[in-house]
């Protein structure tokens, strides 16, 4: 049982589109990792959400945390071909380091 | 700033076999965790290791072990090798503190023939 739920599994949006992908879950973490993996390579951290109701921005994409801290969502504004990858969220708990409970992943392909 | 490296970066094994994985942690990192990554399941946690010691495990069969040494590398070992375990093996770094943020090598890819 997947204790992160992402979704949508797959994307496939034309260059200059928007997309937002979720991340859901029934447990409470103490933070909220989204990491971005391209083929070949491991994955590379985009963002860490801690506080409930924390938005962050980086650039064009657009990171929320829920109030309760069970569910995240990344946005992405005018997606470019370069944001082509397998999106990843992991939730952390403060008392298990290096433990992350990561998601199933998002395969989002933009194209020209 | 190097990164994590992970050797070796692919290999090919039979089943039955033994393999070990090695992982050098970015310089000033003590903290180093092992995944397996599988199409089916995802990205799976195998164990943390801190200052020699492992400090959390993963749900996985004891084929699967890890160590680490005193300059912060770790190695992890798999034996009796099943089909099952080809997967990619990734190896994370952090300073363990903060809010938990992992950086990743490019992964070792095992294939179990």
């Known amino acids: 049982t997947q204790l992160l739920e992402q979704s949508p599994q797959f994307l496939s949006i034309q260059e200059g589109e928007n997309l937002t992908v979720y991340c859901n879950s029934s447990s409470v973490f103490s933070s909220l990792q989204w990491y971005r993996q391209e083929p070949g390579e491991g994955p590379v951290l985009l963002v860490t959400?801690?506080?409930?109701?924390e938005v962050k921005k980086l650039k064009r994409l657009t990171f929320q945390f829920g109030d309760a801290r069970k569910d995240s969502s990344l946005h992405i504004t005018a997606a470019q071909t370069g944001d082509t990858g397998l999106y990843l969220c992991a939730g952390a708990w403060a008392d298990s380091w290096g433990k992350l409970q990561f998601g199933a992943g998002t395969q989002v392909v933009v194209t020209p | 700033k190097a990164g994590v490296t992970q050797t070796p970066r692919y290999l090919i094994k039979t089943r039955g076999q033994q393999v070990t994985l090695s992982c050098s942690p970015i310089s000033g990192h003590r903290s180093v965790s092992w995944y397996q990554q599988t199409p089916g399941q995802g990205l799976q946690f195998l164990f943390e290791y801190f200052s020699e010691t492992q400090r959390n495990k993963g749900n996985f069969p004891g084929r699967f072990s890890g160590r680490q040494f005193s300059n912060s590398r770790s190695e992890m070992n798999v034996s009796t090798l099943e089909l099952g375990d080809s997967a990619l093996y990734l190896c994370a770094s952090s300073i363990r503190g903060g809010t938990g943020e992992l950086f990743f090598g490019e992964g070792s890819r095992l294939t179990v023939l």
């Open positions: 959400v801690v506080t409930g109701g």
